[in-house]
């Protein structure tokens, strides 16, 4: 859908675009007490200015093709030019057929640290360190255009997740949290090592029929599409045999648990009681939102 929209919009002239993000930053700093200092407007601005006007892939996207997220950072503690705080990233993509956008990543990362100095050029490296602030939104990036990639065609996501992994491994070099083994299991260095991990093959099929063959055909079969869901999430009770409770697959229903309970509390009839099951093994710190399905 996306290259012959492409290739409609070549048809007509319209060449020349190549950013690849629609994001929103903010920068949150009241935890400071110096929210209105002139150096968080100007973080904010350049971040937005980076994230969105950087290009991140080979590919040229027309402005519809553009991936909606958002980045919300949290400034916890600040001193000179070093700060401390999180980061929030989310991302969605349109559903076929519909006006409805589906979360696809929603990640709260809590080894937020880097230096800043007001007005300095922020540039992207794909092979080299430049700096952790750097590293952490470029990290995120490349998850978003990998997820959303494998939201769309099988395993699409490859040479974003790749990315991803070099920018954690040239990053263990420096001494910041969050890129390391011994970082805990809730960290970036998890996040990408689980992604492309064996163990955890199942997370990116079911990215692929959970979207592509699910939610993209419903507004074609609602029943079909639902049944599709329902089987694609069935994959994980594999995944989760061999790592119950894993990180990865929190990190999933972290972004799909409002959108599972709304999907199987309406529309057609298919079998429910076999979805919760599968939900309450795979997923059961939202237990409460899988008592909800009654439909």
């Known amino acids: 859908m996306r290259n012959l929209l492409f290739i409609l919009l070549l048809s007509f002239?319209?060449?020349?675009?190549?950013?690849?993000?629609?994001?929103?930053v903010v920068v949150n700093a009241q935890q400071t007490g110096n929210e209105n200092l002139s150096i968080f407007k100007t973080l904010e601005k350049q971040l937005t200015e980076?994230?969105?006007?950087?290009?991140?892939?080979?590919?040229?996207?027309?402005?519809?093709?553009?991936?909606?997220?958002?980045?919300?950072?949290?400034?916890?503690?600040?001193?000179?030019?070093?700060?401390?705080?999180?980061?929030?990233?989310?991302s969605s993509r349109p559903v076929y057929g519909s006006s409805y956008s589906t979360p696809l990543y929603n990640f709260n990362d809590k080894d937020?640290?880097?230096?800043?100095?007001?007005f300095q050029n922020l540039n992207f490296?794909?092979?080299?360190?430049?700096s952790n602030l750097i590293s952490i939104l470029s990290f995120h990036v490349y998850m978003v255009l990998a997820l959303d990639a494998d939201s769309f065609s099988k395993n699409g996501g490859d040479i974003y997740?790749?990315?991803?992994?070099?920018?954690?491994?040239?990053?263990?070099?420096?001494?910041?949290?969050?890129?390391?083994?011994?970082?805990?299991?809730?960290s970036?260095?998890?996040?990408i090592d689980n992604v492309l991990s064996p163990t955890f093959k199942e997370f990116r099929d079911v990215m692929y029929s959970y979207h592509r063959?699910?939610?993209?055909?419903?507004?074609?079969?609602?029943?079909?599409?639902?049944?599709?869901?329902?089987?694609?999430?069935?994959?994980?009770?594999?995944?989760?045999?061999?790592?119950?409770?894993s990180f990865l697959l929190r990190t999933f229903f972290d972004a799909k648990a409002d959108e599972i309970e709304q999907i199987f509390s309406d529309g057609p009839?298919?079998?429910?009681?076999?979805?919760?099951?599968?939900?309450?093994?795979?997923?059961?710190t939202y237990a409460s939102k899988w008592r909800n399905i009654k439909f």
Do not use: H
């Open 50 to 90: 980076f994230v969105n006007n950087t290009k991140w892939t080979n590919r040229t996207f027309a402005p519809q093709e553009r991936i909606n997220c958002s980045m919300v950072i949290t400034i916890n503690d600040y001193s000179g030019e070093s700060f401390q705080g999180t980061i929030q990233v989310q």
């Open 269 to 284: 009839n298919v079998n429910i009681a076999s979805v919760k099951e599968t939900l309450q093994k795979v997923a059961p």
């Open 188 to 191: 970036r260095f998890a996040l």
């Open 213 to 245: 063959e699910g939610l993209d055909v419903m507004s074609d079969n609602a029943k079909q599409g639902k049944e599709t869901i329902a089987t694609s999430l069935k994959q994980f009770e594999a995944m989760n045999s061999r790592r119950p409770n």
């Open 112 to 118: 937020l640290a880097f230096r800043y100095l007001e």
């Open 13 to 24: 002239g319209l060449t020349g675009f190549s950013q690849e993000l629609n994001c929103s």
């Open 125 to 130: 490296s794909a092979n080299q360190f430049q």
């Open 161 to 186: 997740y790749k990315q991803a992994q070099i920018i954690a491994n040239y990053s263990q070099q420096q001494n910041y949290k969050g890129w390391k083994l011994e970082d805990g299991l809730q």
